[in-house]
């Protein structure tokens, strides 16, 4: 025994068997840093698109008033918006009347148009018409027009409707 605190005593090291230095070098041990762990999320995301009418338009009336639409001076566009995820292709759908004056009974040609604020445009049609948006928010201004040429539209409420919808592009 008397070796080994020789050889302790060398290495500057100290044992003691008694309880109390025992008890001491548990408690020692007990305050030891603790192992860390790592904590992870994980998720996925989807290509979505979600559309929002952020304001309807109003139909105003041109001088000879054998047209309605949103640009004339007391008309306004609609305001559409589309969340996209990835890419997506809004389809904006075929104008339709879906109110009009008791009295009318021409045949008018309606139709739509759009700009964006991320450059998407087009000119007047009569048809369904597309645009492909990225991911991020695109906000679309949306004009109608309606006419009747060589008839004027009779006093009374009129409703230009227009279906927007939203796919992933293929």
Same mark, same amino acid.
């Given at each position: 025994?008397?070796?080994?605190?020789?050889?302790?005593?060398?290495?500057?090291?100290?044992?003691?068997? @008694?309880?109390?230095?025992?008890?001491?070098?548990?408690?020692?041990?007990?305050?030891?840093?603790?192992?860390?762990?790592?904590?992870?999320?994980?998720?996925? /995301?989807?290509?979505?698109?979600?559309?929002?009418?952020?304001?309807?338009?109003?139909?105003? /009336? @041109? /001088?000879?008033?054998?047209?309605?639409? @949103?640009?004339?001076?007391?008309?306004?566009?609609?305001?559409?918006?589309?969340?996209?995820?990835?890419?997506?292709?809004?389809?904006?759908?075929?104008?339709?009347?879906?109110?009009?004056?008791?009295? &009318?009974?021409?045949?008018?040609?309606?139709?739509?148009?759009?700009?964006?604020?991320?450059?998407?445009?087009? *000119?007047?049609? /009569?048809?369904?018409?597309?645009?492909?948006?990225?991911?991020?928010?695109?906000?679309?201004?949306?004009?109608?027009?309606?006419?009747?040429?060589?008839?004027?539209?009779?006093?009374?409420? &009129?409703?230009?409707? @227009?279906?927007?919808?939203?796919?992933?592009? *293929?």
């Amino acid at each position: 025994m008397d070796a080994l605190v020789s050889i302790l005593k060398k290495r500057r090291s100290t044992w003691c068997l @008694s309880a109390g230095c025992l008890g001491v070098l548990l408690l020692a041990d007990a305050h030891r840093p603790t192992a860390a762990a790592t904590v992870d999320w994980t998720g996925a /995301v989807a290509n979505t698109c979600v559309v929002t009418v952020n304001s309807h338009g109003a139909l105003g /009336v @041109s /001088v000879n008033g054998q047209t309605m639409s @949103s640009e004339q001076p007391t008309g306004m566009a609609a305001s559409v918006g589309v969340m996209s995820t990835g890419p997506n292709l809004v389809t904006f759908g075929a104008p339709a009347m879906t109110l009009w004056a008791p009295t &009318y009974t021409g045949t008018p040609v309606m139709a739509t148009k759009q700009r964006s604020n991320k450059g998407h445009s087009s *000119n007047w049609q /009569v048809a369904a018409h597309q645009a492909t948006v990225d991911a991020g928010d695109t906000v679309f201004d949306l004009h109608a027009q309606v006419d009747d040429v060589g008839k004027a539209f009779p006093m009374g409420a &009129y409703k230009v409707s @227009s279906d927007v919808t939203c796919s992933p592009a *293929n």
